[in-house]
């Protein structure tokens, strides 16, 4: 999931002529509503972890996610859920693994997906038909 080459770099300026390999990802900044809910397992989820299962299928670029990164989500739920348990071992692997899922502003830049405003539907920008502009220019 991570992309490939350095960090970018905003507000420098660009010492090389290569155009960027890789571009940001735009994503309107609204909560992700077709997010699985946690798989069943042994024993119940703790309250914490349903939190953080929460949190993480609700944001918004989860709209890119393809089946093998929600398989990695559900994945880290366990780890999440060994974590949230008292099994402070689990630490290090839940932040790693919630830097892959771009759980943070930090990895999202990492990721390079960046949130931007929803345009409402009346703002987007549509075809005008010619012949209501000469009607209108006519009147």
Same mark, same amino acid.
């Given at each position: 999931?991570?992309?490939? !080459? ?28 077709? !997010? %699985? ?5 042994? !024993? ?22 393809? %089946? ?44 390079? /997906? ?15 038909? /010619? ?9």
């Amino acid at each position: 999931m991570p992309a490939a !080459g350095r960090k970018p770099n905003e507000g420098t300026p660009v010492r090389h002529r290569v155009p960027p390999v890789h571009q940001w990802t735009e994503v309107e900044d609204v909560p992700f509503g077709d !997010g %699985p809910s946690l798989p069943p397992k042994r !024993g119940s989820w703790s309250k914490a972890t349903r939190r953080w299962w929460a949190a993480v299928s609700t944001m918004p670029h989860c709209c890119l996610w393809t %089946p093998a990164d929600w398989q990695f989500a559900f994945d880290t739920a366990l780890v999440a859920a060994r974590f949230h348990g008292g099994d402070v071992r689990a630490a290090y692997e839940l932040r790693a693994r919630e830097k892959v899922l771009g759980t943070t502003l930090d990895a999202r830049r990492d990721l390079r /997906i960046r949130y931007v405003e929803s345009v409402a539907e009346e703002e987007r920008a549509g075809v005008t038909a /010619i012949a209501d502009y000469r009607r209108a220019l006519e009147e």
